[in-house]
């Protein structure tokens, strides 16, 4: 505890969902052995409608202290106060992680029929403000991740799409902010 | 038989109407607006539009939602209460927010069957509620919920009791193709602006507005 390369606790968040495939992931002793030797010290899931409970850990031996929570009603303190977030590919947690400017892995499940999730995802990643990974690949990408890698993500505005909203109703063009 | 022709030359009529600016002159009164949750990352999207507006044109404000979902009524309230505590000097202006619940056309994995049930009770619910509001606009974002609430407001045209200028906003993320519930709207004509989130999206479909990202 309290090493000088501590870097914080890994956010683990499948929102309202059932991903199980993810929540086990994460609980294997590979993934673990990964996130420890980044350096990160804790490793908070939250399972949402999953029924695949994780092995908790106080940490004492040394090794990740691990825990978790099935719902909560708001997770932006959980965000804002961890290092590094592993979330399923909603894009709710997607954009609430990416706001509070914490390095992403998003991890598509592939077992959805109609995955238009992916598609949001891979685009993220193409453009590099966010990681993306399966499952089955989730061990792999946190082994090579390289978070300096990453850009940040330049917060977009609803004013042009309002603007125009206004314009269409008849509202003058002169906007005024309250 | 004769009715039938009056109805279809009214369905007519009104898409012919429908996406041409309400009007030249800035409207005498603030607006009613209806805003449709669609849950989860919708209502996100949705209550990141609801905070960039100007309060005062878009005036009162109704929040629907699913029954099965609680959570983006209490979201949209504790913005509402946000937004009030903001804007000091319009205080006594404003109209407080109202919530309302609508029942889904079909949960995950429920039967086709007692879809065709469940499908004709929601749209009964969503007419009642578009009917009891009377929305001057209605906005949203997806998915499936606000297809009956879309086609209650296309409804008010049609028999001439209200123009409801119906807005839809393609979820962000929806990249490179349209959700079902935005490809049935654009193919039908329903709604009168129709944004997306995506350039790519704008391409293929020439017909949506492209005005950057709500997020």
Not at chain 1, 30 to 39: D, P
Not at chain 2, 142 to 165: E, H, R, Y
């Amino acid at each position: 505890m309290g090493t000088s390369r501590d870097k914080g606790r890994v956010f683990v968040t499948v929102g309202t969902t059932l991903f199980d495939a993810l929540v086990k992931e994460v609980d294997s002793q590979e993934c673990k052995q990964v996130l420890a030797s980044h350096g990160y010290s804790s490793l908070l899931i939250q399972l949402g409608r999953g029924s695949f409970l994780p092995t908790k850990s106080d940490g004492e031996d040394g090794s990740l202290k691990v825990d978790y929570f099935t719902f909560a009603p708001n997770l932006a303190d959980y965000i804002s106060s961890s290092a590094l977030v592993i979330s399923h590919a909603g894009s709710g947690s997607i954009f609430e992680t990416l706001r509070a400017k914490k390095p992403l892995v998003v991890v598509v499940n592939d077992l959805l029929m109609d995955n238009h999730q992916r598609e949001l995802a891979e685009e993220l990643a193409d453009k590099k403000y966010l990681l993306c990974a399966s499952p089955s690949s989730l061990v792999h990408v946190l082994r090579s991740m390289d978070l300096q890698s990453l850009v940040p993500y330049p917060p977009s505005t609803p004013f042009a799409l309002v603007n125009t909203l206004d314009a269409f109703l008849g509202f003058s063009e002169s906007y005024s902010s309250t | 038989m004769s009715l039938l022709l009056v109805l279809a030359a009214r369905v007519f009529l009104v898409l012919r109407n429908t996406g041409k600016p309400i009007s030249p002159v800035s409207p005498q009164r603030p607006l009613h607006t209806l805003f449709v949750l669609g849950s989860g990352g919708h209502t996100a999207e949705m209550l990141s539009l609801v905070g960039a507006l100007n309060l005062q044109r878009y005036a009162p404000r109704y929040y629907i939602a699913a029954v099965t979902d609680s959570m983006s009524l209490t979201r949209a309230a504790t913005l509402e209460d946000h937004l009030q505590k903001c804007a000091l000097s319009a205080s006594s202006s404003s109209q407080k927010p109202k919530f309302y619940q609508v029942y889904r056309s079909r949960e995950v994995g429920q039967s086709y069957f007692t879809s065709v049930v469940t499908t004709l009770l929601a749209m009964t619910h969503a007419l009642w509620l578009v009917v009891h509001i009377r929305p001057d606009v209605i906005l949203c974002n997806g998915p499936g919920t606000c297809l009956p609430i879309c086609m209650a407001g296309f409804l008010l045209k049609v028999v001439g009791v209200k123009w409801v200028v119906i807005v839809y906003v393609e979820s962000i993320a929806r990249v490179k193709k349209l959700s079902l519930t935005g490809l049935l709207l654009y193919k039908l004509g329903v709604s009168d602006q129709f944004f997306v989130q995506w350039s790519q999206l704008k391409a293929r479909f020439p017909n949506t507005i492209y005005m950057g990202r709500l997020m």
